[in-house]
Structure formats: structure tokens, C-alpha cells
């Protein structure tokens, strides 16, 4: 290991380790061991409202940790697109393999696509017209600026070559 990350290491175990040395006005350490240790007071509140959020939760209430399934299968289809899933495969998959699913799993819930040409999304950025397209990110440049941004930067990316070839000719 180098000089350099040796002393970070040191600098980083020594900035950890001062205030458990450091004294305040009073006397006491302004640290100890035990306050790096987290509250098991504050950890059973919180796993308590996680459990009142999920259990109220629709959307959670389908997760298999909270159902309980303990199954998990893996196909590959006609396409070779490999597929994971606590549901079965169809009944036309052959090379479909089982697993148990481990007790502790954190799994989310996907998210379903929206269908084209629905009104939510960038449709009201084109006057609430619901024309089917959809910009991939959120902008809040209006779309029709676009294509001038696009100018911009080729203009912008030919002065950068410009000043680059200068710089070489030095």
C-alpha cells in the first residue's frame, strides 16, 4: 500500500477515534463506545411502522415476504430471455427450474408501464394533447426548444474544437 493511503487510513481511523478522547468543558468524554451502538428503543419503533405501513399498503400486501411464498422459478423462453418469478412458468415452458426462497428476502413490487398515448406525463407538456409520445426523462425545457439546445451545443462543441486546435498550434 502506498505512503499516501496509509496516512488517510491513519488520518480517517484518527478522526473516528478523537472524539471518544476529546473532554468537554464539564469534564466528560464527548463519545463512548455506546453511543456508536444504535437505539433498540428507536429500531423496534421503526420496524413496527414499517410493518403498519406495509400491512395498510395494497401495493405491498401482494410482495411474497409478506404473503409468505417460498417459492421461486427460472425459466429461459423461446426468445432466450431469462425469466425469475414467484408465479409458475407457463405450461409450454420444459427447462423451468424451482428454488426455495430464502426466509429474509427483500423483493419489491414491479412497476407496471404505462400505456402509450395516455394523458399523464409529457402529453400535457404538448398542450394535453395525448399523442403517444413520451420523452424518456422529465425536462423543463418546452419541446419545441429542443431542436435550438441541440444548435447550441454543436455550436458550443465546434468552438471547444476551434480553441483545441489553437492550443495544439502553440
Keep these: ?95 423451468a427450474k424451482v428454488r426455495d426462497l430464502p426466509k429474509d428476502v427483500n423483493l419489491m413490487v414491479a412497476v407496471k408501464p404505462r400505456e402509450r398515448g395516455s394523458q399523464t406525463g409529457s402529453g400535457a407538456a404538448n398542450g394535453g394533447q395525448g399523442n403517444g409520445f413520451k420523452l424518456a426523462f422529465p425536462t423543463t425545457v418546452p419541446v419545441k426548444d429542443i431542436p435550438k439546445l441541440v444548435d447550441d451545443a454543436k455550436k458550443l462543441q465546434a468552438l471547444a474544437d476551434q480553441r483545441t486546435a489553437s492550443l495544439k498550434e502553440l
Design 1 to 95: 500500500m502506498k505512503l499516501y493511503h496509509k496516512l488517510m487510513l491513519l488520518a480517517l481511523v484518527a478522526m473516528l477515534a478523537l472524539p471518544m478522547i476529546m473532554v468537554k468543558p464539564n469534564g466528560e468524554r464527548m463519545m463512548s463506545w455506546k453511543d456508536w451502538l444504535p437505539d433498540s428503543k428507536a429500531l423496534d419503533n421503526a420496524a413496527d411502522k414499517l410493518r403498519e405501513v406495509a400491512s395498510s399498503n395494497p401495493d405491498l400486501s401482494d410482495t411474497p415476504s409478506l404473503k409468505g411464498s417460498s417459492k421461486m422459478y427460472s425459466w429461459k423462453d423461446e426468445r432466450g430471455v431469462m425469466h425469475f418469478s414467484e408465479q409458475p412458468p407457463p405450461e409450454s415452458i420444459q427447462n
